[in-house]
């Protein structure tokens, strides 16, 4: 572990990641050491004592009423989110490769493969990539699993509006690309949000 990462963790993230396999260990404690160090300018405070309770394998959470965060690795890359409700946050690769046919017939609702099936393929693989990203910050946001929840999200491709099939949720979301990314917010302020590189 580097001395600049070291520095910024707590002694639990430091505990936790040392179980993790190599590659593993290094992405955990990077993106922990970036996370506090972005909050620690939010905050006014030093990195190591950002509220921050994040064992591996869990949503980061920042506990006393310091607000939300939501984190997403892909890759290289590394996305934060901070807010004061609640916030979900979503990154991938623009040019990721998907069977997007697949992969919408398999996890997509009805009114949402109809929208999508007469695509060409390209197109079709940029939309269900926009949807796969926006879903995935959904369910960050509610705090709940991608197995139990991907199905019950549909994106209408026309509005841009996210729904719940089962309970109604229409929750204020943003998609949008940049770097060679496409990323996604979903939460109150989600409209507002702005990107900013660390």
Not at 88 to 109: I, K, N, Q, S
Not at 126 to 148: G, Y
Not at 167 to 187: F, I, K
């Amino acid at each position: 572990m580097q001395g600049a990462c070291a520095d910024a963790l707590s002694a639990a993230e430091r505990s936790g990641g040392s179980a993790l396999t190599p590659f593993r260990r290094r992405r955990y404690w990077q993106s922990r050491a970036a996370l506090r160090r972005w909050l620690a300018e939010v905050l006014g405070c030093a990195a190591a004592s950002v509220p921050l309770h994040s064992p591996p394998g869990c949503p980061p959470r920042l506990l006393g009423g310091a607000g939300w965060v939501s984190l997403s690795h892909s890759g290289t890359g590394l996305l934060l989110g901070f807010s004061a409700e609640p916030i979900g946050v979503d990154l991938e690769p623009v040019d990721r490769p998907l069977e997007a046919a697949a992969l919408m017939r398999r996890w997509f609702p009805p009114e949402e493969v109809a929208q999508l099936c007469q695509l060409s393929p390209e197109p079709l693989r940029a939309a269900v990539l926009t949807s796969w990203v926006l879903k995935e910050a959904a369910i960050k946001w509610r705090q709940r699993s991608l197995a139990a929840e991907l199905a019950s999200w549909r994106l209408d491709h026309a509005s841009g509006q996210l729904l719940h099939g089962e309970d109604g949720v229409r929750p204020e979301a943003r998609s949008g690309t940049a770097g060679g990314w496409r990323w996604a917010v979903v939460g109150p302020g989600a409209q507002q949000s702005s990107l900013v590189a660390i």
